[in-house]
């Protein structure tokens, strides 16, 4: 889904292939954005799936509560 977790790549954190961005700080960013995955995308630079698949892996495995 590619999200990875490599100890030599932001201190071991879950994070988006190939880019080095925390699905973390990727996820936060969908929320703070009213869930708006094309911005994130934008934003960033990567591609809308990956998004998703960061607030997917946040959801289910991270520390995002989302009510």
């Known amino acids: 889904n590619g999200i ?3 100890p030599t790549i932001s201190m071991g ?3 988006i292939e ?3 961005l925390t699905t973390f ?3 936060n ?3 703070a ?4 995955s094309a ?7 990567i591609n809308e799936s990956d998004v998703v698949n960061a607030v997917k892996f ?3 495995y991270g520390r995002l509560r989302v009510a």
């Open 4 to 6: 990875v977790i490599n």
């Open 13 to 15: 954190k879950p994070t």
């Open 18 to 20: 190939k880019t080095g």
């Open 25 to 27: 700080v990727v996820a």
């Open 29 to 31: 960013q969908y929320y």
């Open 33 to 36: 954005n009213m869930s708006n």
């Open 39 to 45: 911005l994130i995308a934008d934003l960033y630079e």
């Open 58 to 60: 946040e959801q289910r």
